[in-house]
């Protein structure tokens, strides 16, 4: 049982490039969260999925796109990176309200 | 707007003294809060959930207060170790999970 599965761990970006975050969860939850942590600024809700096929927007979503394609699978995009995205990301998954979270280990995005 | 605000960035304590931990919030009608804990470069990990009925909750030396009219949540650790240096999250659940910036526990020998 592997939990919360974030690749890449690291990544450097060049500005304007493109990538995709791949968050797996292996315990059938179904809400999925993503979160980034810059110093001082806490976790910030980005996007999240209450179930496979939909998502929505948290507090910060602007510069990023995602998809639940499958149940397990969570994708943070990012279509043109900008070094105010360099931050660490976090993935979470939960089974739904009234219940614990658990994270990923995170990615740490540089993007120069 | 939504907001959630935990007393103070960093807190510091003796070992073996009560950590008492704030957060508040505002425009906010949370059906239940978590607490979390988060060590350098992990995840956090869950703590404690509280429902909104809830006055107190209690799991070994931690132990969470939930007031719906103050909107705030108090998290205590008593007898605290230096293992117990932390940043501690708080995450009033309204629709969405959002968190507090988090305060920064020192428990000092």
């Known amino acids: 049982n592997a939990g919360v599965t974030q690749t890449p761990k690291f990544r450097v970006l060049k500005t304007g490039q493109s990538m995709t975050l791949l968050c797996a969860q292996d315990?059938?939850?179904?809400?999925m969260y993503w979160y980034r942590q810059d110093p001082g600024m806490g976790l910030r809700l980005i996007h999240y999925?209450?179930?496979?096929?939909?998502?929505a927007k948290g507090e910060v979503p602007d510069g990023y796109n995602v998809s639940r394609l499958k149940k397990q699978n969570f994708l943070l995009g990012l279509e043109s990176a900008a070094p105010s995205q360099t931050s660490v990301y976090f993935c979470?998954?939960?089974?739904?309200?009234?219940?614990?979270?658990?994270f990923g280990q995170g990615t740490r995005l540089t993007v120069v | 707007s939504q907001k959630i605000e935990q007393n103070s960035e960093a807190l510091n304590i003796q070992e073996g003294k009560t950590a008492t931990l704030t957060c508040n919030y505002t425009?906010?009608?949370?059906?239940?809060l978590q607490w979390y804990r988060q060590d350098p470069g992990r995840g956090p990990v869950f703590l404690l959930l509280?429902?909104?009925?809830?006055k107190e909750k209690r799991k070994e030396r931690l132990k969470v207060t939930f007031d719906t009219t103050l909107k705030q949540s108090l998290f205590h650790i008593t007898a605290s170790q230096p293992a117990d240096s932390a940043t501690y999250l708080c995450?009033?659940?309204?629709?969405?999970?959002?968190f507090g910036a988090g305060t920064r526990l020192t428990v000092k020998p």
């Open positions: 509280i429902r909104e009925n809830e």
């Open positions: 999925s209450v179930g496979e096929g939909t998502t």
């Open positions: 995450a009033p659940y309204n629709n969405d999970m959002r």
């Open positions: 315990m059938n939850h179904e809400y």
């Open positions: 425009n906010y009608s949370p059906a239940y």
């Open positions: 979470a998954s939960n089974i739904g309200q009234y219940t614990e979270a658990f």
